[in-house]
């Protein structure tokens, strides 16, 4: 048998040996683990992470620590509680793996946790009674610096996290305590109404296991960081009369000692400007990087930009100013002469760099992708979280503008699937405006032939479509649907002009951009004009309420956390202080914007388009009466409608079976009003 036969039979023989590739289904939902938080060990060799996972008979899902060594060898898993742990954080003198967990302890409540690297399991470190929320390593790693909120006055005995007081009696037959409310911004999503004292910052020593207070309780305090000597700590803070009525925060700068007194570094009075993020000292500990948003008044389109300023105060300094994309997770170079950033910039997410002295930013890897989060050691190694079309999550090294895979959680359950192609589109708004957006094409995609199409829209409105895997592009994709993405104004990627366009204005231009993307793909002779189904959650629900209020094409549209009567959410959702600074209160402005921007609800009349309303029963982000109403609406009016309540849930639907239960209801309902044949005859999902 001569080479060339030999190597015939092996290549066809591993052609044979590899199974088909299947479509997406929605049980392959809870099958994907979702990788986060990367963090690089002080000698470089390891990188420590978490994996949130599903377990479907249980209902929950968990998270665990993870690391894997740089070489991309080895990944192993470090805790198996049935408990979550987050946050993994090195210890400087790498002995210790550190992590956060409310598992069964010697206390309730979130405490940090130690594995010794030497083997062994962990051991509750803290034995705190607030509510501990962050936690860093002084460089000497003989303390360590607790973020942390006291007791809510309201009720001393609760473990409950976040702010709102234990619903639970303390007894059988025991009524709970009245909840007293006494701030401006009194509602949080998750948290729950606004009761506890703010967050201050603690100093905990590790010999001694004792915490001291770093900083007062009329000072809120977060995201600290230390300086390289271990003698400073930078944190983000409000303080002063009605400093719950702005989202302004700013820069100060603390002794590492109980008793010291906060500087104020940065200087912005509330009304001009805002803080977004850690700041990062410099090698040198002269300077401290951090991220400066835009006015209170746009805070909901915040485009932040890099800014340096010295540690000993005077005039911050913009860096890349000539870069209109915002920016995220900011740090120097290991010798101090540059910034190492993530720039959002149109469908990608991609590291850079800049000089500290000023200079072009230079971009560091090419190619569509989302590098949604990233580390550096202290050797100037970069460790980087990214994702492409066809390949969710996983942590990889980069190296010389290359990316090398660390991890490999989800390799091979990709590998099993065949999935649509994601193509870019550009498109004219009928005023002009250039939209940009994505299209998923089914796999078994056949040009010529015109498909059933799905506008899905995005939430934020801050936040764009990118080159990232998404499942429910490919699950609706996987069922025979041309999905559309568009980043319409509002959303992030394409400068500071484009974010704030719709500022006081919702429900307008969005919908240009939304209407002019259906237009395209219609015209190209992919989707078909009379198969359309739009649908969204939070500000894509919103956008769904407005576009089938104005554009009667729609056969069938699923609005999720959405509201279409802002006016009536005054006072009832979380967003006060976005109302009082973007619209103005009614009794300020008039009724004119309020009215403009409730178009949906107050012409409910001209909606033709059968919709499912869907919602977190305990949402505080968007309440569900902004579903209920539109709900009601259609009802009164005749048009096919449903109104899905998830109980117990929040904005965002957390409990696995909900999550399921939510997809099958999309597929379910677009099938019915798109696909009549296919949903008379094929169970949803499947």
């Known amino acids: 048998m001569n080479r060339f036969t030999l190597a015939l039979l092996c290549t066809t023989s591993l052609l044979f040996s590899q199974p ?33 996972t599903v377990d479907p008979a249980a209902d929950k899902s ?116 009245p909840i007293v409310i006494d701030k401006y911004k009194f509602k949080q999503d998750v948290v729950g109404y606004l009761t506890a004292p703010p967050t201050r910052l603690y100093l905990y020593d590790v010999a001694t296991k004792k915490a001291e207070a770093l900083t007062d309780p009329a000072l809120e305090a977060s995201a600290p960081a230390w300086s390289a000597d271990g003698k400073w700590i930078s944190f983000t803070g409000r303080s002063g009369k009605d400093a719950d009525r702005y989202n302004t925060t700013n820069i100060f700068v603390v002794e590492a000692r109980a008793g010291a007194a906060p500087r104020q570094v940065t200087q912005y009075d509330g009304v001009r400007g805002s803080t977004r993020g850690r700041a990062e000292w410099s090698p040198d500990g002269t300077k401290l990087v951090y991220l400066q948003g835009t006015s ?104 010389s503008g290359e990316l090398r895979a660390l991890t490999h959680h989800n390799d091979a359950l990709m590998a099993e699937f065949n999935l649509g192609a994601t193509e870019e589109f550009s498109c004219k708004a009928k005023d002009g405006n250039e939209v940009h957006g994505l299209m998923v094409k089914p796999p078994d995609y056949v040009a010529g032939k015109k498909y059933p199409t799905l506008l899905r829209i995005h939430g934020g409105p801050n936040g764009q479509d990118g080159h990232a895997f998404n499942f429910e592009r490919q699950l609706f994709a996987a069922n025979g649907y041309v999905v559309v993405a568009v980043n319409y104004r509002g959303s992030s990627g394409r400068g500071e002009k484009y974010q704030v366009a719709i500022s006081a204005d919702w429900g307008n231009k969005e919908v240009l951009d939304l209407q002019a993307a259906m237009d395209h793909v219609i015209a190209i002779g992919v989707a078909d004009p009379d198969r359309l189904g739009v649908g969204g959650w939070s500000y894509g629900g919103i956008l769904t309420d407005a576009m089938i209020a104005k554009d009667h094409r729609f056969k069938a549209a699923t609005s999720g956390a959405g509201v279409a009567f802002p006016l009536a959410l005054y006072g009832v959702d979380q967003y006060i202080m976005q109302y009082d600074e973007e619209i103005g209160a009614p009794w300020k402005v008039g009724l004119d914007p309020w009215i403009r921007i409730s178009y949906p609800f107050l012409h409910a009349d001209q909606i033709k388009t059968p919709t499912l ?51 099958e209801r999309y597929l379910a309902w677009y099938a019915k009003y798109l696909k009549p044949a296919d949903a008379a005859s094929t169970p949803a999902g499947q």
């Open 20 to 52: 088909a590739k299947r479509l997406l289904k929605i049980d392959d939902m809870h099958r994907f683990h979702d990788v986060r938080d990367v963090q690089l060990s002080p000698d470089g060799k390891w990188v420590a992470y978490t994996v949130n």
């Open 62 to 177: 968990d998270t665990d620590v993870w690391i894997a060594s740089w070489d991309g060898n080895q990944q192993m898993r470090m805790t198996t509680s049935t408990e979550s742990e987050s946050a993994p954080r090195w210890s400087p003198d790498g002995k210790y793996l550190s992590f956060l967990s409310s598992r069964p302890g010697k206390a309730k409540g979130n405490q940090v946790w130690l594995l010794d690297r030497n083997g062994g399991e962990a051991q509750q470190f803290t034995d705190v009674k607030g509510r501990l929320a962050g936690y860093d390593w002084s460089p000497d790693a003989k303390k360590l610096l607790l973020v942390m909120a006291d007791r809510d006055p309201n009720d001393p005995a609760d473990d409950t996290p976040g702010g709102a007081p234990a619903a639970t009696p303390a007894a059988p037959g025991k009524a709970p305590k």
């Open 296 to 399: 209170a008044k746009q805070s909901a389109y915040n485009m932040t930009r890099l800014a340096v300023v010295p540690v000993a105060g005077g005039t911050p300094k913009i860096l890349a100013d000539g870069l209109d994309r915002g920016v995220s997770g900011p740090r120097f170079s290991p010798d101090g002469s540059s910034i190492l950033f993530l720039v959002a910039d149109d469908r990608s997410e991609y590291p850079a760099r800049v000089p500290v002295a000023g200079g072009d930013v230079q971009r560091l890897i090419k190619g569509p992708m989302m590098v949604s989060a990233m580390d550096q050691g202290k050797d100037g190694k970069v460790a980087v979280l990214a994702a492409t079309d066809l390949k969710s999550g996983e942590i990889q090294a980069l190296e």
């Open 613 to 663: 309303f869907l919602g977190g029963e305990k949402d505080f982000n968007v309440p569900l009466v902004g579903g209920e109403q539109m709900y009601q609406a259609l009802r009164s009016l005749g048009i096919p409608t449903q109104l899905i309540i998830y109980p117990g849930q929040n904005h965002g639907i957390a409990r696995p079976s909900y999550q399921k239960d939510r997809m």
